[in-house]
T-cell receptor, first 114, second 112 residues
Framework: DGGITQSPKYLFRKEGQNVTLSCEQN?????MYWYRQDPGQGLRLIYY???????QKGDIAEGYSVSREKKESFPLTVTSAQKNPTAFYLC?????????????FGSGTRLTVV | QQQVKQSPQSLIVQKGGISIINCAYE??????FPWYQQFPGKGPALLIA?????SEKKEGRFTISFNKSAKQFSLHIMDSQPGDSATYFC???????????FGAGTQVVVTP
């Protein structure tokens, strides 16, 4: 079955640690996205990539970094510079940047700072 | 600032009733308006979407109404069922942007 796989499902981070969230898709989609979800705030865009080896900052990129070395993979690193990282992180992909078919989302990673 | 404003934050509807969720946007460049449904602990799933060249789109019990002049669009869930209990997000995007802006979400509870 084609889809998006996010791992791990749950992640715990200590203060000052960097952690990396995995996102893999086998849909052959060109574009990939990372959103952060907090209660009552909807989904806010962190980073997006419309093509391999290229990505752009979203609305809340500070404290995060990404890479897009392969079409299938778009990992997100939450750095120690992100002061409030506890949230539900969602990865999505789309056929292309033209939004003709919307997004397909993964099942998310819940990150908690301990 | 939020480019897509969604209301209400939550609503409770009886089984068989109609759920209505409203969204408003500012950017006239937006030309794609999807609605997503999310169950607890899961990622959102595309429910229905509309382009500004039509005023209404219906898929089963779900209908989008679109008012281009008012820059508003809404989701109507007819004959609401307990299985419709979820959080619903509206979104807006532009082909030239390649990304979506989401509303804050509406938690819908359908009582038996």
């Amino acid at each position: 079955d084609g889809g998006i796989t996010q791992s791990p499902k749950y992640l715990f981070r200590k203060e000052g640690q960097n952690v990396t969230l995995s996102c893999e898709q086998n849909l052959n989609h060109d574009a990939m996205y990372w959103y952060r979800q907090d209660p009552g705030q909807g989904l806010r865009l962190i980073y997006y990539s419309q093509i391999v080896n290229d990505f752009q900052k979203g609305d809340i990129a500070e404290g995060y970094s990404v890479s897009r070395e392969k079409k299938e993979s778009f990992p997100l690193t939450v750095t120690s510079a992100q002061k409030n990282p506890t949230a539900f992180y969602l990865c999505a992909s789309s056929v292309d940047s033209a939004l003709n078919y919307g997004y397909t989302f993964g099942s998310g990673t819940r990150l908690t700072v301990v | 600032q939020q480019q897509v404003k969604q209301s209400p934050q939550s609503l409770i509807v009886q089984k068989g009733g109609i759920s209505i969720i409203n969204c408003a946007y500012e950017n006239t460049a937006f030309d794609y308006f999807p609605w997503y449904q999310q169950f607890p602990g899961k990622g959102p799933a595309l429910l229905i979407a509309i382009r500004p060249d039509v005023s209404e789109k219906k898929e089963g019990r779900f209908t989008i109404s679109f008012n281009k002049s008012a820059k508003q669009f809404s989701l109507h869930i007819m004959d609401s069922q307990p299985g419709d209990s979820a959080t619903y997000f509206c979104a807006a995007g532009a082909n030239s942007w390649g990304k979506l802006q989401f509303g804050a979400g509406t938690q819908v509870v359908v009582t038996p």
